[in-house]
């Protein structure tokens, strides 16, 4: 287990797997200079601060694959990873029209100090995680979504993003529904739309398929919970690997 300059990135060693997991919003963990105000508590421990349940739910998910992981340890409300830097929604200055304490008065010479030092860092080290070994991987983003969004509820226990690769997509899909889990593509958010930011970012780089996994907060808000979804889940990512010519067929 080791973590990027400044801790920035949590990287857990695999054991050969063919996948890299990576979890962009798995703390909610405001790292010095910068503080929060006591009015920004209640965003930071819901899912505006992180997405719940997915670093236990990435770290299980590893231990059973043998994969290596790479979790962030920032919350995405002093930026987030899974946006590109220049989009506005990288570091918002307010929720649902409510200024956010952390991100008021924050200049030009903040940002870049951020993106250095937190942003950059943790992007540094998947593309490092990647470069490190010379098998082709699968690159699997971890997250996690609330049962309900502004009243509307959400039917879908687990959501398969993508963008490129629908194939592998339909594959995960059908193998994580075999496990009698209700599931959906692209939902409750579209890879299509450009919200895998980061799996996007590396698999393009790398040239290596990717897609991101999104879990309904509710079924894993323990470690326990986390960890009965990662044991079901693991195996599902057998038939993918084999159509990716990733594991003989």
């Not at 692209?186 to 450009?194: I, L, R, T």
């Amino acid at each position: 287990m080791t973590t990027s300059p400044r801790n920035a990135a949590l990287r857990l060693p695999g054991q050969g797997a063919p996948i890299l997991l990576t979890c962009e919003h798995a703390s909610h963990h405001i790292p010095p200079p910068w503080r929060a105000t006591d009015d920004d508590a209640p965003l930071l421990a819901d899912h505006w601060g992180w997405d719940i349940g997915a670093a236990d739910l990435t770290a299980g998910l590893s231990a059973s694959l043998g994969a290596e992981a790479v979790l962030a340890q920032f919350s995405r409300l002093v930026c987030d990873a899974n946006r590109a830097w220049d989009d506005p929604s990288c570091v918002v200055r307010a929720i649902d029209g409510r200024p956010l304490g952390l991100n008021l008065g924050l200049d030009d010479a903040g940002l870049k100090h951020r993106r250095k030092t937190l942003y950059d860092p943790y992007h540094d080290t998947i593309d490092a995680a990647l470069s490190a070994h010379g098998a082709p991987r699968l690159i699997v983003s971890i997250h996690s979504f609330t049962p309900s969004l502004r009243g509307e509820a959400r039917w879908m226990e687990v959501g398969v993003l993508y963008n490129d690769h629908d194939a592998l997509a339909e594959t995960w899909a059908e193998a994580i529904a075999a496990t009698g889990a209700i599931v959906a593509k692209n939902e409750p958010y579209s890879g299509k739309a450009g919200l895998i930011y980061s799996a996007k970012r590396h698999g393009d780089r790398h040239g290596l398929p990717y897609l991101e996994l999104e879990l309904r907060q509710d079924l894993i808000n323990t470690p326990e919970g986390a960890r009965r979804w990662a044991e079901r889940l693991a195996p599902t990512l057998t038939p993918v690997l084999r159509q990716a010519g990733l594991l003989p067929g």
